[in-house]
């Protein structure tokens, strides 16, 4: 398949510099929300996917990537869901759906719900779920702060394969190259909030239609959990990747567009 890439860009909403990429450019606009340290082109395997049928913009969230990082930057749950707000109003994107993973799915439900009628449907994809008084999340800290340490002196694939042990040699060299765009106080900031941020309220007050993806090797959303938020949210649609961990289209691409359906474009 010939790259369906069209162009990278930048534009400045609520107050910063936002990067995206743009993909196919045709269909059902869909903004796709990276997790805590995936800048936007770690994305692009994905993107190149969802382009078939929809105009797919990856953004790299603040501190990330190319877009506005530092150390005068917020980087709370609010604030990033706010700038997703004002990159859909910036560009005059008309009620795009959004895929979220991870850290993003938690910014989309916050978006979505900061900004009622913004947004057309919102594709989760497994969000941590932990909180005050939950259970932690499963990955720890160092994992992050210490890759990123790392990849700020400059490392290869060989080395990143110490941290993303079972990811192909063109995954790890992408991840090398890029991680050291993550402002780690950033990372910090948004790893605690996982903690300090109980989102399960959030599945509760979603006015859009939704889906859950979970990945079955990842820890992060357990039978309990999925229980709970059907019960808060019982129009929500549940999806299971059964071989994969978190970073669910790295370990089961082909399983992770089987669980995304057509869910997007309906």
């Known amino acids: 398949m010939s790259s369906r890439f069209l162009h990278g860009a930048n534009v400045f909403a609520n107050g910063i510099r936002q990067h995206y990429l743009r993909y196919g450019g045709k269909g059902p606009v869909v903004i796709l929300v990276p997790g805590i ?7 692009g395997f ?14 790299d969230v603040r501190g990330r990537g190319l877009s506005s990082t530092g150390p005068d930057l917020d980087y709370g749950l609010d604030t990033m869901a706010d700038d997703v707000i004002a990159f859909a109003s910036e560009l005059e994107l008309r009620q795009p759906a959004i895929l979220g993973h991870s850290m993003g799915a938690r910014i989309a439900m916050r978006a979505s719900n900061r900004a009622p009628g913004s947004f057309s449907r919102l594709a989760l994809i497994d969000p941590p779920v932990s909180g005050p008084g939950r259970r932690p999340y499963p990955s720890k800290l160092p994992w992050y702060t210490d890759s990123i340490a790392l990849a700020e002196k400059g490392m290869d694939a060989e080395a990143m394969k110490a941290f993303c042990p079972t990811w192909t040699g063109e995954q790890l060299q992408l991840r090398a190259e890029w991680l050291h ?11 605690n909030d996982f903690h300090d941020i109980d989102i399960l309220p959030d599945f509760a007050t979603l006015t859009v239609p939704a889906m859950l993806m979970v990945a079955g090797r990842g820890g992060v959303i357990q039978a309990a959990d999925e229980e709970e938020i059907k019960g808060l949210n019982p129009s929500l649609q549940i999806a299971r990747v059964p071989d994969a ?5 790295w370990d089961d691409f082909d399983g992770f567009f089987l669980a995304l359906g057509d869910f997007l474009s309906r």
């Open 46 to 59: 994905v993107a190149e996917s969802l382009s078939l049928r929809h105009d797919v913009y990856v953004l």
């Open 37 to 43: 340290t995936s800048p936007a082109i770690t994305w």
């Open 245 to 249: 961990g978190h970073m669910i289209p």
């Open 181 to 191: 765009t993550c402002y780690a106080p950033g990372i910090v900031k948004a790893f």
